[in-house]
């Protein structure tokens, strides 16, 4: 059989969950894939690989590889290699990422760039798929169009089927077969189909509609608008192509509790891990602002943690008690709840290398499960929803969800499902007729990540403390009729709800440390997000909202650095903060007025988004990106001659974009270059890491 290798490199497992559906479809194609992760270097060998190789890279961070190929990246970027270093190679990469971010599929695009200055080249084009829109709409056709480019490229190796690590002659070598575009190669894959005999694997099925369920269809819908539970014409009258239905791989055995302990510890996949109570918590804003933000202060004196101004770090956090719940009555399962879990793998499977998930603890209760290992808030992927149909004995309902999964409802997926962030439980509510197997939650439900947040404090400030801030996200649920919260900020509000008193902004807990409330962290990865480690270097910084955070941990190390060496030489301080009231959200008033006063922080500027303008006080600046442009002269002063830093910290949907076009501008007009020479410079200085980012979608 015709060998690759495969690899993914992931951060949350959505890369090697597409990685395994490669895996899953080859053997129906006449492949077979080698499948590794990309940290996995003791079981494959790029330096004398001569099978096709195939790549899955996600992007984590604001575009940084996913920890499990840092290493890969290190080696591969070591510059005495030689450029032709991979000559042998063929590849095909798949790049994921996040449009809202500005280095979007970073995490592939580094790869793919260093493997071809290595002399690889591809058998087939690169793939970008974007989390913003869908990642299915490229991944889709690019697994499609994968087979026909593996099967040219064989064809162009003299039929030799790669069987084998060992390097062909050089004659052979030097055979390819230029790179294929995947949308050709998926029409392509579709003709192929049509002169090939039925191997038994199926990739989809169409479904025609019958002129009783086109009418029915019809009419049910004739004075509605569409919605998660009812589609419109042409959708509610077309013929379906739905994925093929992803094979069952678990069998759930539920036991009786003998009563065993139960603690998240034992499960959390980082480490090291810390048990920490809560010293304080303080509410940032007023109760009539539109979002509740607090700041929690954590005690670390008896833990080995040690961070700095600009690290993050991971909060493990639970499901909502009440959604749990929920869904265990859904499920008909909430008498069973404190039953022990056991997986075993079906003997009569047909996913290929099928494993026990390893977020899901063995003996452990039902009810823990879904409240600390599976991300029950996650969107069901459309291979989820097509094992949904499948479970669903209503014909209506069946057929919608079928819909929702197809090509053809592509849109209605995105509106429905995936923009509205409907999650498990708001398809079952949905759907009354579906009944799934607890088997196909624990097989499609993916794990509970922790949350990231940035330190907010400094351990020269605050010794044996660490400071972090947040918002209490809340969203409306698929009803309109119930606000949600995020899962960790509305954990974490309601953990520190006792430490709230009415009427009081902040209040010390109960010296008895058996009362204060306890959370779990873990250090996340080294970052670059630091103060310049010269002083005197200019420091420019932006952060609207709780984008903030970071800065207010730079301010208090910076002052107490001061303290420390009077006569020492220490750069400007800028900060452009921003948010939507003077009165209601201007988060660490007046701690940014004493850091003024004081000489720490050299400039303020402060943009009110939704105050209306008083006097030449407010000028025009609505948003911290006109407040950069008010200033352009003393900033390009700063970045281009004075070796200055900036960093930006908040949100990358909106704030990080407009904060980098206006920086593009202001460098094309105090440089006078045009806007490709700016955004030259812009990455210049991201390359000397002095334009840094520590942003969040």
Same mark, same amino acid.
């Given at each position: 059989?015709?060998?690759?290798?495969?690899?993914?490199?992931?951060?949350?497992?959505?890369?090697?969950?597409?990685?395994?559906?490669?895996?899953?479809?080859?053997?129906?194609?006449?492949?077979?894939?080698?499948?590794?992760?990309?940290?996995?270097?003791?079981?494959?060998?790029?330096?004398?690989?001569?099978?096709?190789?195939?790549?899955?890279?996600?992007?984590?961070?604001?575009?940084?590889?996913?920890?499990?190929?840092?290493?890969?990246?290190?080696?591969?970027?070591?510059?005495?290699?030689?450029?032709?270093?991979?000559?042998?190679?063929?590849?095909?990469?798949?790049?994921?990422?996040?449009?809202?971010?500005?280095?979007?599929?970073?995490?592939?695009?580094?790869?793919?760039?260093?493997?071809?200055?290595?002399?690889?080249?591809?058998?087939?084009?690169?793939?970008?798929?974007?989390?913003?829109?869908?990642?299915?709409?490229?991944?889709?056709?690019?697994?499609?169009?994968?087979?026909?480019?593996?099967?040219?490229?064989?064809?162009?190796?003299?039929?030799?089927?790669?069987?084998?690590?060992?390097?062909?002659?050089?004659?052979?070598?030097?055979?390819?077969?230029?790179?294929?575009?995947?949308?050709?190669?998926?029409?392509?894959?579709?003709?192929?189909?049509?002169?090939?005999?039925?191997?038994?694997?199926?990739?989809?099925?169409?479904?025609?509609?019958?002129?009783?369920?086109?009418?029915?269809?019809?009419?049910?819908?004739?004075?509605?608008?569409?919605?998660?539970?009812?589609?419109?014409?042409?959708?509610?009258?077309?013929?379906?192509?739905?994925?093929?239905?992803?094979?069952?791989?678990?069998?759930?055995?539920?036991?009786?509790?003998?009563?065993?302990?139960?603690?998240?510890?034992?499960?959390?996949?980082?480490?090291?891990?810390?048990?920490?109570?809560?010293?304080?918590?303080?509410?940032?804003?007023?109760?009539?602002?539109?979002?509740?933000?607090?700041?929690?202060?954590?005690?670390?004196?008896?833990?080995?943690?040690?961070?700095?101004?600009?690290?993050?770090?991971?909060?493990?956090?639970?499901?909502?008690?009440?959604?749990?719940?929920?869904?265990?009555?859904?499920?008909?399962?909430?008498?069973?709840?404190?039953?022990?879990?056991?997986?075993?793998?079906?003997?009569?499977?047909?996913?290929?290398?099928?494993?026990?998930?390893?977020?899901?603890?063995?003996?452990?209760?039902?009810?823990?499960?879904?409240?600390?290992?599976?991300?029950?808030?996650?969107?069901?992927?459309?291979?989820?929803?097509?094992?949904?149909?499948?479970?669903?004995?209503?014909?209506?309902?069946?057929?919608?969800?079928?819909?929702?999964?197809?090509?053809?409802?592509?849109?209605?997926?995105?509106?429905?499902?995936?923009?509205?962030?409907?999650?498990?439980?708001?398809?079952?509510?949905?759907?009354?007729?579906?009944?799934?197997?607890?088997?196909?939650?624990?097989?499609?439900?993916?794990?509970?990540?922790?949350?990231?947040?940035?330190?907010?404090?400094?351990?020269?400030?605050?010794?044996?403390?660490? &400071?972090?801030?947040? +918002?209490?996200?809340?969203?409306? *649920?698929? #009803? =309109?009729? %119930?606000?949600?919260? $995020?899962?960790? !900020? /509305?954990?974490?509000?309601?953990?520190?709800?006792?430490?709230?008193?009415?009427?009081?902004?902040?209040?010390?807990?109960?010296?008895?440390?058996?009362?204060?409330?306890?959370?779990?962290?873990?250090? &996340?990865?080294?970052? +670059?997000?630091?103060?310049?480690? *010269?002083? #005197? =270097?200019? %420091?420019?910084?932006? $952060?609207?909202? !709780? /984008?903030?955070?970071?800065?207010?941990?730079?301010?208090?190390?910076?002052?107490?650095?001061?303290?420390?060496?009077?006569?020492?030489?220490?750069?400007?301080?800028?900060?452009?903060?921003?948010?939507?009231?003077?009165?209601?959200?201007?988060?660490?008033?007046?701690?940014?007025?004493?850091?003024?006063?004081?000489?720490?922080?050299?400039?303020?500027?402060?943009?009110?988004?939704?105050?209306?303008?008083?006097?030449?006080?407010?000028?025009?600046?609505?948003?911290?990106?006109?407040?950069?442009?008010?200033?352009?002269?003393?900033?390009?002063?700063?970045?281009?001659?004075?070796?200055?830093?900036?960093?930006?910290?908040?949100?990358?949907?909106?704030?990080?974009?407009?904060?980098?076009?206006?920086?593009?501008?202001?460098?094309?007009?105090?440089?006078?270059?045009?806007?490709?020479?700016?955004?030259?410079?812009?990455?210049?200085?991201?390359?000397?890491?002095?334009?840094?980012?520590?942003?969040?979608?």
């Amino acid at each position: 059989m015709r060998r690759f290798l495969l690899l993914y490199a992931t951060q949350k497992g959505q890369a090697k969950a597409i990685a395994e559906e490669i895996h899953e479809q080859a053997s129906d194609r006449g492949f077979s894939a080698d499948l590794h992760c990309i940290s996995e270097s003791d079981k494959y060998d790029l330096n004398t690989e001569t099978a096709p190789l195939v790549v899955v890279v996600s992007t984590t961070g604001t575009g940084d590889p996913p920890d499990t190929a840092q290493k890969f990246v290190k080696e591969i970027h070591d510059k005495t290699l030689p450029a032709d270093f991979f000559a042998h190679l063929r590849y095909g990469l798949l790049g994921l990422g996040d449009s809202e971010y500005t280095y979007f599929c970073n995490g592939g695009r580094v790869i793919d760039k260093r493997l071809q200055e290595l002399g690889a080249q591809h058998f087939y084009d690169t793939g970008h798929a974007d989390d913003c829109v869908g990642l299915e709409l490229v991944v889709e056709p690019w697994i499609a169009g994968l087979w026909m480019a593996l099967e040219k490229h064989f064809k162009s190796s003299g039929g030799q089927e790669e069987t084998s690590g060992v390097l062909p002659r050089a004659s052979s070598t030097i055979l390819r077969t230029d790179a294929l575009k995947p949308e050709m190669l998926h029409m392509e894959s579709h003709i192929e189909l049509l002169r090939l005999d039925d191997s038994g694997g199926k990739e989809s099925e169409v479904l025609e509609q019958s002129d009783t369920n086109r009418s029915h269809a019809g009419a049910s819908i004739k004075d509605s608008e569409p919605s998660l539970v009812r589609s419109a014409p042409p959708l509610s009258q077309a013929s379906l192509s739905i994925p093929a239905l992803p094979p069952a791989y678990l069998q759930v055995h539920l036991r009786e509790s003998l009563g065993q302990e139960e603690s998240q510890e034992s499960v959390a996949s980082v480490d090291p891990l810390f048990q920490v109570p809560i010293s304080k918590a303080v509410q940032l804003t007023a109760n009539d602002a539109i979002k509740t933000t607090l700041l929690l202060e954590l005690d670390i004196s008896k833990t080995g943690f040690s961070y700095q101004p600009g690290d993050a770090f991971n909060v493990i956090c639970p499901n909502s008690e009440s959604e749990v719940q929920s869904l265990l009555q859904r499920l008909q399962l909430a008498d069973q709840q404190e039953h022990r879990v056991f997986l075993e793998i079906k003997a009569d499977t047909k996913k290929k290398g099928a494993v026990l998930p390893q977020h899901v603890p063995e003996g452990y209760s039902l009810q823990f499960i879904l409240t600390w290992c599976l991300e029950i808030r996650s969107v069901p992927k459309k291979a989820f929803v097509r094992a949904l149909a499948d479970c669903t004995g209503d014909g209506a309902e069946k057929r919608r969800l079928q819909e929702l999964c197809s090509k053809q409802g592509a849109a209605d997926y995105t509106r429905f499902i995936r923009d509205a962030a409907a999650c498990l439980l708001d398809l079952l509510l949905a759907f009354p007729s579906c009944q799934p197997p607890l088997s196909l939650l624990l097989e499609h439900l993916p794990k509970l990540q922790p949350r990231a947040y940035s330190c907010a404090s400094s351990s020269l400030c605050h010794p044996d403390k660490l &400071r972090f801030v947040f +918002s209490v996200v809340e969203f409306p *649920d698929q #009803s =309109a009729l %119930v606000l949600r919260r $995020g899962v960790c !900020t /509305g954990w974490l509000a309601t953990l520190a709800a006792p430490v709230l008193q009415p009427n009081t902004r902040a209040l010390q807990v109960d010296s008895r440390e058996d009362w204060a409330p306890k959370i779990l962290i873990s250090p &996340r990865a080294i970052n +670059s997000f630091h103060l310049p480690s *010269d002083p #005197s =270097a200019p %420091v420019i910084m932006v $952060g609207p909202g !709780t /984008g903030i955070a970071p800065f207010m941990g730079f301010l208090q190390h910076r002052e107490k650095l001061q303290e420390q060496h009077p006569d020492g030489s220490f750069g400007a301080m800028w900060l452009f903060f921003g948010c939507r009231h003077k009165d209601r959200d201007y988060l660490f008033r007046e701690e940014l007025q004493h850091f003024l006063k004081y000489g720490i922080l050299t400039h303020l500027k402060v943009s009110f988004s939704r105050d209306p303008p008083s006097g030449e006080a407010a000028g025009p600046a609505k948003y911290v990106q006109d407040n950069l442009r008010l200033h352009s002269q003393q900033l390009a002063r700063l970045l281009l001659h004075e070796n200055g830093y900036i960093y930006v910290c908040g949100d990358a949907k909106n704030m990080a974009k407009d904060v980098n076009d206006a920086l593009a501008e202001i460098i094309s007009q105090e440089a006078a270059v045009d806007t490709l020479g700016a955004l030259r410079t812009l990455a210049a200085l991201k390359e000397e890491k002095r334009y840094l980012q520590d942003i969040w979608s």
